[in-house]
């Protein structure tokens, strides 16, 4: 049975690469250190001379080899480059290689680390990184290119990446399929077809501080994987932001925007929307087949098809509490476009004006219950227009403070540029004190025309968009 090993103290600055999972310094002398090329011409030299515990220090030069590492010969070996990933690049030397990949991992421990490269499969190798057999590596500092897979997690292997991006791979910069990872502050761009793929996933996945962009497909498709994305940008993947198919994943602080035809689509989906924006998108959100979505503190704007449309059986909660609000803001035909057979929640929600507009809402069979609405401010919630336009009015006027409360006369003239005096003189000294009202979560970019390819269900027509005026006719009172 193997041993699990625990990282040596290295003398360099390597506990910031390694994840807080408890790994320790133990006890015992230091490894040895070897250099490439002063003491070994290769690194697959390097490699087969070191121990576990040493760590095999690379020289700025180009390396046309693929290494592995095993449980027998390269676990617990710290490999990393002296002058990083721009001077330093592994190149793909063997075509025959039965792993196809630049450097392959198999029952490795997270002591093992490779740490300031660049991976170029020369467009030839299949894989960057293979990570296989419940391999745990560390990858941090690297640069993946010329492959068609960046980065690829299987049979119960999770690897640890930090600072690495992947570029222009012909499937996905990263492949998880019966694994799993963590990936911080990494970035997957200008693939031909995914920026991630996950399926069958072994262990929780956890995605954080990440760029997905302008890959030509999707930027995540997931399919039956259990997994979280936390502070990511998603942005501008040629078709869709995010498909999940039998996947519910939580996905907290992530943007997700510009792309042509969908920002997520959520099938069979319970996935949890925290605090994200979906923004110039064709269509913002669809929620398909079945499921329970929850989409709370969310800002969706100017998704000009509609921000969000429900299909099947789908029953997703939009809102729901004065907590737990969502922002609808900007151009777009529907708000809401539901042929859902549920009866979908989407009360306590901002709908970019005081009183709801009926022509932004389509639903037939279960209907959408959007009664109550909150106020610009999400403070107060409503069920009538003329009062939610009252308060509107005042919070427009700074006669709110900050919990949305009225502010006493008195106070108000307290407030003002010329003290009580000024005060007396009209309203108006009290209102210019207060700051001013900025809009949340806005985008510098214009919206992006949905492509030719019509998502699951398009959206019938409504007519113009409602005005800016809140006036009558068109209002839910």
């Not at 099938?267 to 605090?275: G, M, V």
């Not at 985008?443 to 409504?462: F, K, L, Q, T």
């Amino acid at each position: 049975m193997r041993t699990q090993h625990w990282i040596r103290s290295l003398g360099l600055a390597f506990a910031a690469i390694v994840p807080a999972t408890g790994i320790g310094s133990p006890v015992g002398a230091e490894g040895a250190t070897l250099r490439v090329p002063e003491d070994h011409e290769t690194i697959t030299a390097a490699l087969e001379a070191a121990g576990w515990g040493d760590r095999i220090l690379v020289g700025p030069g180009t390396y046309r080899e693929s290494l592995l590492f095993t449980d027998n010969a390269g676990d617990g070996i710290v490999l990393m480059s002296t002058h990083g990933s721009l001077e330093t690049v592994i190149t793909y030397g063997e075509v025959s290689n039965v792993n196809e990949a630049v450097v392959t991992f198999q029952r490795c421990s997270n002591s093992t680390q490779l740490v300031g490269f660049t991976i170029d499969g020369r467009d030839e190798a299949r894989r960057g990184i293979l990570c296989n057999s419940d391999s745990r590596p560390v990858l941090s500092d690297l640069q993946i290119v010329g492959v068609e897979y960046g980065i690829a997690s299987h049979r119960g292997s999770r690897p640890y990446v930090q600072n690495v991006t992947v570029k222009s791979a012909l499937a996905a910069g990263l492949f998880v399929s019966g694994g799993s990872i963590e990936s911080k502050n990494s970035r997957f761009l200008l693939g031909e077809k995914y920026g991630i793929y996950m399926s069958g996933t072994t262990d929780l996945a956890r995605i954080r501080d990440c760029l997905i962009s302008e890959n030509a497909q999707i930027g995540i498709q997931a399919v039956e994987a259990d997994f979280t994305v936390t502070d990511c940008e998603i942005v501008r993947n040629g078709d869709t932001g995010i498909i999940l198919q039998d996947s519910s994943p939580l996905m907290t602080g992530v943007r997700i925007h510009g792309h042509e035809n969908i920002g997520i689509v959520m099938e069979a989906s319970s996935a949890e929307l925290i605090e994200c924006v979906v923004d110039s998108n064709g269509f913002g959100a669809i929620s398909s087949i079945e499921g329970e979505p929850r989409i709370l503190r969310c800002t969706f704007r100017d998704n000009p098809k509609n921000h969000i449309g429900i299909e099947g059986d789908a029953n997703p909660l939009i809102g729901g509490s004065i907590e737990n609000a969502n922002q609808f803001l900007g151009e777009t035909e529907l708000a809401i476009q539901s042929s859902s057979t549920a009866s979908v929640i989407a009360t306590h929600n901002y709908w970019d004006k005081p009183c709801i507009p009926k022509s932004l809402f389509q639903a037939t069979l279960g209907g959408v219950k959007r009664k109550p609405w909150m106020s610009a401010n999400l403070k107060r919630a409503f069920s009538d227009c003329a009062t939610s336009r009252k308060y509107h009015q005042k919070w427009l006027d700074g006669k709110l403070d900050e919990e949305g409360k009225p502010i006493k006369k008195r106070d108000r003239r307290d407030q003002s540029p010329g003290g009580s005096d000024a005060a007396t003189a009209g309203g108006a000294a009290a209102a210019t004190s207060m700051p001013s009202v900025e809009t949340p979560v806005t985008s510098s970019d214009a919206p992006r025309a949905p492509s030719s390819s019509e998502p699951p269900v398009p959206p019938a027509a409504s007519g113009a968009p409602p005005s800016a005026d809140s006036g009558t006719g068109s209002d839910d009172g």
